[in-house]
């Protein structure tokens, strides 16, 4: 069995690492390479970067920030945000990305995802999916997909988009409950059970961690890595500490 990630997470916005409530009301939350160097050092597995304002404003996601992370870090970097084509992906890889997440350009072109697998390998494509609490019939999860930072509600159900992406090429899921996001009250443990069903790619949960217990119940829900922001920011939790407290709670961490 293999060990569950613990990933802080970097929304990126100017440069300043951000941190809100559902991907609104942004507040600073300091220096991407000062905290990643930090995290790094606390045994963090992985770091997510994702440079929230990218895709709304049309742009490429700041490869300069990503050279800054790969020259401080040692661990691996997924990175999100602004990727519309292959291109983006090349150019974030060779900036010292190991992985490219992929959102709203994936939804509205599928391909891209196989396109990105062929180039660069199923271990470097990820698919990010923000998905929302939906009670449609076109949505049999019970989860719709978001894109654009959530300001889209594509009416696309979840668990088959997930299951998509996997065909398409997709080695990984990001997932986001939209509803959860920066609330702290814990991970949608439907949301991840739904894709647990759906697709047998490694999970990483993301959305409304405040405590490893949150953690854990994502873990036993289906979730391989679990990823959160505001608790490291804030230094209410330490990685270390988290792993620590994970591993009474019977949870394999890396240590």
Same mark, same amino acid.
């Given at each position: 069995m293999l060990t569950v990630r613990v990933i802080p997470c970097l929304d990126v916005d100017a440069g300043r690492v951000v941190k809100g409530v559902r991907f609104a009301g942004l507040e600073d939350r300091g220096d991407p390479t000062e905290l990643a160097t930090a995290y790094d050092a606390q045994g963090a597995d992985e770091l997510v970067f994702l440079d929230v304002s990218a895709t709304p404003e049309g742009r490429e996601t700041a490869a300069p920030t990503v050279e800054r992370l790969r020259a401080n870090v040692s661990i691996p970097i997924t990175v999100g945000g602004g990727v519309r084509a292959a291109a983006d992906a090349r150019r974030l890889l060779e900036? #010292? %990305?190991? *992985?490219v997440a992929l959102n709203t350009a994936a939804v509205e072109r599928p391909e891209l995802l196989g396109d990105? %697998?062929?180039? !660069? #390998? +199923? /271990?470097c494509t990820v698919i990010a999916i923000d998905a929302a609490a939906c009670d449609r019939p076109a949505c049999p999860s019970g989860y719709e997909v978001v894109t654009r930072s959530g300001a889209c509600r594509t009416g696309l159900d &979840? &668990?088959?988009w997930a299951t998509r992406a996997e065909g398409e090429g997709a080695g990984e899921v990001?997932? +986001? #409950? !939209?509803d959860r996001d920066g609330t702290r009250a814990g991970y949608d443990l439907g949301l991840i059970a739904a894709i647990r069903r759906a697709v047998d790619l490694p999970i990483v949960a993301s959305g409304g961690a405040s405590t490893p217990e949150?953690? %854990?119940e994502a873990v036993a829900a289906g %979730?391989? &890595?679990v990823l959160a922001a505001s608790i490291f920011h804030e230094r209410e939790w330490t990685v270390g500490d988290? *792993? /620590?407290r994970l591993a009474a709670l019977g949870v394999e961490v890396r240590r």
């Open positions: 900036s #010292g %990305a190991d *992985k990105l %697998a062929s180039r !660069f #390998g +199923t /271990q &979840a &668990a088959r990001l997932l +986001t #409950g !939209f949150h953690m %854990a %979730a391989d &890595a988290v *792993k /620590q």
